[in-house]
């Protein structure tokens, strides 16, 4: 049985810019990777960004005449009519009550990505607005609705999250600027910011100026670069733009979702404010200290801007707090943590980090844990920091935390690799126990495992009083093959197959 894809409705053009396409290719990512399909309904007429959803290899309906006109929503109607039950996404200031209601009378659960409550009254059933000001709007809406609020849900792109806990060096003298003002910036803010980075009479300075696919201004910003003292170069549809992030000292950025790449990759961020819908993030950065925030747009002259990108460029002090005070609100888990909502699980998984060795240490010393282990003697802390780190760094383990919808963390999950074939260990923290969570943690982490290696078989040893984890595998679709001795003792061997019961997990 196929699972329902993810219909995503969103657009981008030189008007709106392309924060709303982008965020959302971020979750269809996130959808895909986790066994999802993925279907975009979109009014963007940007071939470079239809490039992009078509190489990720997603289906794209195009739609000529976005809503409020009729068309959008009978074309988007009939492809939700091919996926009964699949969730429909919505990104875009367009999308009001009305057309939330419409989805809901079509009978299909609906998220709706969001930044400052504009539809009035929502009628879905997930509100996501992954901005700082988010848990302080008031959100009228249904009973049934669930609101995802706050930075932990930022949607990040595939190509940020290798860089998770990746450490910045900081210098003292800072003379790589990095320059991005949204996908469109059709007053061309981008020239005002060349103009004051040739105020600035030290350097010489490296600039990286990246042009939005629907910018109009792109020869007179040529012009601009080619006549500057500094070394400016215009870079378009950039192929790794958390790569050119890293490069950089210090970013001039609008105040729209770019900001918080930016901040997840820790880069001191000078913030313009292009729109409204940008003007509480920006003021959100800099009241947490992750940002400089030179406002609207109109009221700035280069001068103003120079001198500021001076004090910047010149205070690595200054930069080194914003850098870590920005990195701080971003963990690159938002997707997960979404994804996991629109299944409707329980749990979710992350790998392991070097912050849950004493949680782990502690959960393999609980009594339980080693009753039901194959050596019950307690683990010395030193032995556990040496075997912990071992299995960090050992490609042929998958290690993995399950965390719950409010990121308490539940148990581990533990895969060893042997070709096709792995041994799976699994164990739970007290308070989780008899909830039903053992069996959903074996499920979908065996199902990733599945999705993301040449794993065809996976292997478990019970012993024989352990009833709780006979009862967690046998409910996770593993059959007992019979009993096998492990350090001389009497144990269950259980076995799951890739593809058994996959059409039951995908429900």
């Not at 607005?129 to 792109?157: D, F, M």
């Not at 549809?237 to 997840?264: H, K, Q, R, Y």
């Not at 963990?331 to 849950?356: I, N, P, Q, T």
């Amino acid at each position: 049985m196929r699972e329902d894809p993810l219909v995503i409705r969103a657009d981008a053009n030189a008007h709106i810019g392309t924060g709303h396409l982008m965020r959302c290719l971020a979750l269809a990512q996130g959808w895909k990777d986790s066994g999802g399909e993925v279907v975009f309904t979109t009014a963007c007429p940007n071939d470079n960004l239809l490039g992009r959803l078509y190489g990720e290899g997603f289906t794209v309906h195009k739609i000529e005449n976005p809503y409020p006109h009729p068309q959008d929503w009978q074309t988007t109607r009939e492809i939700l009519e091919e996926y009964k039950g699949g969730w429909l996404v919505i990104d875009g200031y367009h999308f009001d009550s009305s057309y939330q209601r419409l989805v809901k009378e079509a009978g299909h659960p609906l998220l709706a990505i969001d930044d400052y409550g504009h539809a009035g009254h929502y009628y879905a059933d997930i509100v996501l607005n992954q901005n700082l000001h988010a848990e302080n709007l008031t959100y009228s809406c249904e009973p049934y609705a669930k609101l995802l609020l706050g930075t932990k849900y930022v949607l990040l792109r595939r190509e940020f999250l290798k860089w998770r806990g990746w450490k910045r060096e900081i210098p003292e003298v800072a003379r790589k600027v990095l320059v991005t003002m949204g996908g469109s910036d059709p007053e061309n803010v981008t020239l005002k910011v060349i103009n004051a980075i040739n105020m600035v009479d030290f350097g010489p300075l490296e600039v990286a100026v990246v042009v939005g696919p629907t910018n109009p201004h792109y020869e007179a910003l040529e012009r601009a670069a080619r006549a500057s003292r500094h070394s400016i170069v215009l870079m378009r549809n950039v192929p790794d733009m958390p790569e050119l992030m890293s490069w950089a000292d210090v970013a001039i950025a609008a105040g729209g979702t770019t900001c918080w790449e930016l901040a997840f990759m820790g880069l001191p961020t000078v913030l313009i404010v292009m729109a409204e819908n940008q003007r509480l993030v920006a003021e959100g950065m800099a009241e947490e200290g992750g940002a400089i925030n030179l406002g609207w747009h109109g009221d700035l002259s280069s001068d103003e801007m120079a001198k500021v990108m001076i004090d910047v460029l010149t205070d690595g002090r200054r930069r080194l707090k914003m850098s870590c005070k920005a990195q701080g609100l971003v963990d690159g888990e938002g997707v997960e943590r979404l994804v996991m909502h629109l299944k409707g699980h329980k749990l979710r998984l992350r790998a392991v980090k070097e912050e849950d060795c004493k949680l782990l240490w502690e959960l393999a010393n609980d009594p339980e844990v080693r009753a039901a282990s194959f050596s019950s003697k307690p683990i010395p802390w030193e032995e556990h920091v040496n075997w912990f780190r071992s299995k960090q760094s050992d490609t042929s383990c998958l290690f993995l935390l399950a965390l719950n919808e409010i990121d308490e963390p539940i148990g581990q999950v533990r895969f060893d690799l042997d070709g096709s074939r792995a041994v799976v260990s699994v164990s739970l923290r007290k308070e989780f126990r008899g909830k039903s969570y053992g069996s959903e943690l074996i499920r979908i982490a065996s199902q990733r495992l599945f999705e993301t290696s040449n794993v065809n078989s996976i292997v478990a040893y019970v012993k024989l009083a352990n009833k709780a984890s006979v009862h967690a595998f046998v409910n996770a679709g593993f059959k007992q093959k019979g009993l096998v001795m492990i350090y001389g003792q009497e144990a269950f061997n259980f076995l799951l197959e890739k593809g058994y019961l996959y059409h039951e997990w995908s429900n």
